[in-house]
């Protein structure tokens, strides 16, 4: 100690002793964060020279797809050129790229010939450039794009100018790709001139021998070139890639004197006074030129890599030293009068330190709030001195760990005791820094992830005494990477296996970072070219990728956007697509989605036409058609309609149908469909019939409605087609009418004709003499069968103007038939026929008009008379058949003919025109017998052998008891 | 009831005219005064003092019922038989002549040969 009022030297040692470690630990983990920026800042730097040279490899493959071309198609025209680069996409695939060319080789006799024909080829003002006479001319006769800059290289003769002849000796003589030095490109027409080289693929004819340099040059037809405008190109290289290292290209190796190919920091100046912390400085060997590439990390690179902790472990641990200090000298230098106090001193030495190490733990609680435990390892005696924190990060008592080397070494993870052997060992040699993250394993079982980070050192000799490190646990970190690592792959692994097509795109949106394969068949590419596209290209609309790149940059998520594509070789292509903002591989991205939905919306479409064109037969069609659904409510009604109904469509769309029926239907309506509903019995669906429909104007008029019930998206629906018939039932009207006027017109010359024949054929005049009377018959049958006829005709008139009356009783069916049969007797006995009742008489009741009832009896025998063979035998027989009776009258005459039997009950059906005269008859007895015997309840039909006979019969309900009143029924509705 | 011997007949058709009374006078031997119409029959029915009318219904001017109603007007007539002549015999057409008082309907065209005993039997009937 060297006064009373200096610090004594315990409380330098105190200071040393505080600030030792804090600069040891502030040393190493400064030592430690910037080796990372090291490796960090290597990487990038290899990454750019790895795309650089990636890139140029790329080209060179384009080029000698062109030489391919020339080689495969010999003659290559000015348009297969064209298409070739065209496919390229070179703007997108490639950008940088300034052109792909063809520079032909023109030997001096050939060059009159080339001018001439290039001239005729459509280019007037084509020449070789420059002018002068060469041993050997070159001339660029192809670059695509043809346009803008690329338009000053046409008819360039490359071959004259010695850094490109340099380039293009070398391509033909070493048989290879080549690259130029630095050149000013003809394309530097305007803008910032910029750096430029070229790269040459020699073209030869093909079938020539090109083993020997001579030979090549004689089989030489021209280059495949590209020019390349530097700034452009690494611009294309790098992209929008924001790389926080900047980096100059030389060619060759004169860094120092010539002017750089391209230098980074042009487009972004650093700040005034920068000195880049990392340089490095690699060199590119390309295609026999080699490149100087200087790389240096930039401010916003450093700052990335500074830390805080680092610096408040020190500034804190100097802090406490200080104060450590302070406290000690004061100490000491109260006590310095005491000087000769030896025990005295000593005890308070003792006591000091005491204190101290009080005040080293305040120390180490300061580490602790940084979670590092430190640790010093004596490598000659084993021991190894832990601080309290390093007993936390193990969950080790102080009892449990016994302050050697193997207690440290058992709570190790098994499988990571070898490499830290093995780390140990080097770092001692030297060869190595100890920093590594190792697994230990608590009593408890858990694992947990070490940081470890140690210096070793060395006595006087160079032997490794001692290792000082430190350890703090990684294990959150650890887990949280490991996590996004597989968070990430589950991601992949989803997005692959999705059936939807997937990308992620970079921030910005401009290049696929990684897509599925369905992503790749939406765009038709392979699965492996995808990477690194351009989607924007795909949009048919480019403001609508330029909308989604900006809402995704401001955090929105997009969903189900429609979007158009436009994928070259498949066309037009509908997506629904939806954007995501992610964070992939630790960078922002955009995760879009995009279900194809082309096949619908053309099924769609086809929809929409197929709708459109029934539409336009549905509104064309003459016949009205009206849809309604279970409700009766009108779904559709179409131009038709409305004109004969008198209703717009929309006055009745969406209304009850009954609209348009006159009462009863109107009222009925609601039980026919819900009857329909419930059993399915129809009273019109699928028949069609004649029905009254109600116009607007209340007017009622007969319309033909035939109805199809379907289901329509599983309801039933109805189809109604109308027609209406007012203009058929008048006619019709007018010719019953007619028919009806004409027969009672002619009833009144008729009696008149028929009387006075028949005085005279009665004989009431006097007897005529022979042939007179036979003639006279003749007259007075022929006047009979027109009345028949006439009766006939009004007859049937009636039954179908509905105007016939029917006097229905319920009466015993056996007289009235035994009535017929007594009635037709004389008849038959004319014609020589026997009537016969067959089989037992039969006790049964019918509702029927008598006199209706005779009338149908009377024609069927009187047919069946007719039609009988002379002597014949007509029978009647009576049958109960179910809960009807069958009334049969049979003939053995000639029978039905096959042709005519689907006639018979038609009106003035007969089987030869001949019967009428021969038989007699009016041809429309059978018609008016099956009216007859249907208003009456009844069903008719016959059978016949044709030469055999006939049998026509009639089935009438048989009515049980009489009790029912007599029920008159004038067909009126 | 007497004999039938004097039958009015009204009739607008001449031709159907002549074949009655010929069927009725030659063949029945009745006594038969024919008027052309409904208005001639009025004037002329009560001097014949018919035993019987036969009334067409069809005819200008007065049809058979009117004229059936005006018969009955004149008390010398209102219960003389009455018989229409018509084509139309439909039930209920018949019940309707009948309702309006006429004994019978003959179904025209008639059969003249068969006519005079129809007539005997409605005067029977």
Redesign the interface.
Known sequence: MTGPHAPGRIAWLVLAAGLLPALFVWHTLREQATEHARGQFDLQAREILGAIEQRLYQHEQILLGGAGLFDAGGEVSRAAWHAYVARLRLKVNHPGIQGVGFSTLIRPHELEAHIAAMRAAGFPDYTVKPAGRRELYTSIVYLEPFAGRNLAAFGYDMFSEATRRKAMNRAVDRATTAITGKVKLLQETHGRPQAGFLMYVPVYRPGLPLATVAERWRALRGFVYSPYRMDDLMRGILGERNSSIDFVIHAGSGIETAQPMHDSREARPLPAGFQPRFTSSKRISAYGESWVVGLASRPEFEAQFSSQREWLILALGIGISLSLFGLTASLSTRHARARALADEMTAQIRENEARLSGLNERFELAADAAGIGVWEFDLETGRLHWDAQMHRIYQMEPGEFTGYYESWRARLHADDIDAIAALQAASKRGDAPFDTIFRIVWKNGEIRHIRAYAKVLRDAAGHPSRMIGVNYDVTEQQLAETQLRESEQRLRYMLESSPTAARIARAGGHEVIFANHRYAELINQEAPEVQGIDPASYYADAEDYADIVRRIGAGERIFDRLIELDIPGAGRKWTLASYLPIEYEGQPAVLGWFYDITELKRAEQAIVDQASHTQAILENTVDGIITIDARGIVASFNKAAASIFGYAPEEVVGRNVKMLMPEPYQSEHDGYLDRYMATGVARIIGIGREVAGRRKDGETFPMELAVSAIRHEDRPLFIGMVRDITERKRVERMQNEFVSTVSHELRTPLTAISGALGLIAGGALGQLPGQARQMIEIAHKNSQRLTLLINDLLDMEKITAGKMHFDLRAQPLMPLVLQALEANQAYGAERRIGLALAGEPLDARVRVDAQRLMQVLSNLISNAIKFSREDGVVELSVARLGDTVRVTVSDHGTGIPEAFRSRIFQKFAQADASDTRQKGGTGLGLAITRELVQRMGGRIGFDSVEGEGSRFHFDLPIVEDDAEPPAACDDAH | MGTLQRILYVED?P??Q???R??LE??GGFTVKICSSGEEALREAAAFAPDLILLDVMMPGMDGPSTLKALRGQATLAEVPVAFMT?KV???EVAHYKALGARDVIA??????KLADQIRAIWNG
């Open positions: 058709e031709d159907i002549a074949v009655a010929l069927a030659l063949v084509a439909q039930p209920p025209k065209p008639f059969d003249p040969m």
